[in-house]
Nanobody
Framework: QVQLVESGGGLVQAGGSLGLSCAAS????????MGWFRQFPGKQREWVAR???????NYADSVKGRFTISMDNAKNMVYLQMNSLKPEDTAVYYC??????????WGQGTQVTVSS
């Protein structure tokens, strides 16, 4: 069974930086992509960034140039470095993993709060 565990959320002032980590277990070498989503209160979850097992990355326009996603294939970990944070980045951030089979898994989420 695939499990994802996020860490690194917290409180930061606007303009500051925060790094998130997500550890995947049980996926073996069958990872297709890993990524990050976020959910604002009362809103649907929105996509933030994605990285393929080959290292290709994509970002939502709202975070492009400020957030960086990276992956350690050997450790099955994905990271999200968030710089120049804004109050509107405040959300619960979720790690996701998609296997080559198409199965999709989510982490439990970690709160990021950016104060103005």
């Amino acid at each position: 069974q695939v499990q994802l565990v996020e860490s690194g959320g917290g409180l930061v002032q606007a303009g500051g930086s925060l790094g998130l980590s997500c550890a995947a277990s049980g996926s073996g070498s069958s990872v297709n992509t890993m990524g990050w989503f976020r959910q604002f209160p009362g809103k649907q979850r929105e996509w933030v960034a994605r990285i393929t097992s080959g290292g290709s990355t994509n970002y939502a326009d709202s975070v492009k140039g400020r957030f960086t996603i990276s992956m350690d294939n050997a450790k099955n970990m994905v990271y999200l470095q968030m710089n120049s944070l804004k109050p509107e980045d405040t959300a619960v951030y979720y790690c996701d993993l998609v296997l080559l089979s198409g199965r999709h898994y989510w982490g439990q989420g970690t709160q990021v709060t950016v104060s103005s």
